[in-house]
Each structure stands twice: as structure tokens, then as C-alpha cells.
């Protein structure tokens, strides 16, 4: 599948951009949407190495992911063993309980922290954030001689999705490219990127 569409990219400007998780009125970004090439990224060989990325088959023994209590116990050991066959790192740890996103049109948009989705093309961890998460996280007196930070995303309603997850090949984007932005939550902010706009940049479509 190949087709075009608007992407929402983040204009440089005289302010450091910022975004809040929780109510978008709030943010400060000049965005600057432009047509791009999207293609289906299962029909591509994309891997965790290259592209940056990497699309793999996962059943989880979690029926109802909105369930609430319970669901992270039953989660979390499931993305600590898939995360441990795809890197093989000898130490994975999970940051935070499974977060669910929703459409603006779902009664459930906005009901719990973080829930809506991004509408423009950011990446959620900077060098510096991941550090900082890195460092934290880690059992006290281990040391870090290398870390990597991974968001798993996954569908867990039918299709077709009304807000489907585009991600960028990494091999189109350069140091240049990104802007130092803040997003902040409700108890937290967080340093990270948004990119601009680069003419050699494409998106995949993961989730349609």
C-alpha cells in the first residue's frame, strides 16, 4: 500500500516548542503541515537496527487491556520477555504501566493521563531523557555501560483504527533535524524532540 498524506511537522522558531499532554490549548508549536509519501511497512523489512523500528507478531494473554487493576501485573513480565528476545540485553526494565490512547471522539479522550493522541511528528525520548530515565531506573550499584529505550505499541480494538500510527525511517532523519522541546504531563515534564520538516523523510504506515 502506497498513498499520500499531511503530516504535522514542527516549524523552528524564537521559542522552544512545548506540548502538554493534557490540554493541547495550551501548547506552544508552530506547526507546519506537508503532504507526505506513506507506504505499509509490513510489506518492508524494517528492523530495530536500521529503520529503527520493527513490525512483530505478539499475543498477550491480556483479554481486556482497559480493565484496569491487574493488567500491568500480567503485562509487564510479557513485554520484559519480548523486549529481552529483540535486543538481548541482560537487564529489561518496563518504565511505567501500559498507557491507553483514544480518539478525540471516544468518551474515554482525555479521562485518564496522557490518553489523546500526538498530532504531529515528535519523538518521545531525547538523549538527555533517556539518561535521566536510564540512570533511575537502574538497581542501585549497577552500572550502565549501554541503554536503549523502546515504545511498544500495539492495537487492542478491531479495525479499521480512526487514528492509525505513522513512524519515520530513522535512516531519514538527522541530528539537524531535531528541536529540543518539552512535553508536559500532569505531575512531570519531560525533554524531547520534534523534528522539522527534511524532503528526504517518509512515514510508515504501521497500524492502519
Do not use: K
Request: hydrophobic letters at 45%; a neutral charge.
Amino acid at each position: 500500500m502506497h498513498t499520500r498524506a499531511m503530516i504535522a511537522y514542527v516549524r523552528a522558531g524564537s521559542r522552544r516548542p512545548r506540548y502538554y499532554a493534557n490540554d493541547h490549548s495550551r501548547d506552544v508549536l508552530d506547526i507546519a503541515p506537508v503532504e507526505m509519501d506513506v507506504t505499509d511497512a509490513r510489506a518492508q523489512a524494517m528492523t530495530l537496527d536500521g529503520a529503527g523500528f520493527t513490525l512483530i507478531p505478539h499475543r498477550s494473554g491480556v483479554a481486556d487491556f482497559a480493565a484496569g487493576a491487574g493488567v500491568d501485573d500480567r503485562y509487564r513480565p510479557e513485554i520484559v520477555e519480548l523486549v529481552t528476545a529483540l535486543s538481548g540485553a541482560d537487564l529489561v526494565l518496563v518504565n511505567s504501566p501500559g498507557i491507553l490512547r483514544f480518539s478525540e471522539r471516544s468518551p474515554h479522550s482525555g479521562v485518564l493521563d496522557n490518553s489523546r493522541p500526538a498530532r504531529f511528528a515528535h519523538v518521545d525520548v531525547s538523549d538527555a531523557s533517556a539518561a535521566a530515565f536510564a540512570h533511575r531506573a537502574a538497581p542501585p550499584g549497577r552500572a550502565l555501560a549501554r541503554f536503549v529505550h523502546y515504545n511498544i505499541w500495539r492495537v487492542i480494538s478491531a479495525p479499521p483504527q480512526d487514528v492509525p500510527l505513522a513512524v519515520c525511517d530513522a535512516r531519514t532523519v538527522t541530528a539537524p533535524d531535531l528541536i529540543a522541546a518539552d512535553a508536559v504531563f500532569d505531575s512531570r515534564s519531560s525533554m524531547v524532540l520534534v523534528p522539522r520538516h527534511a524532503p528526504r523523510g517518509g512515514a510508515h504506515l504501521q497500524d492502519p
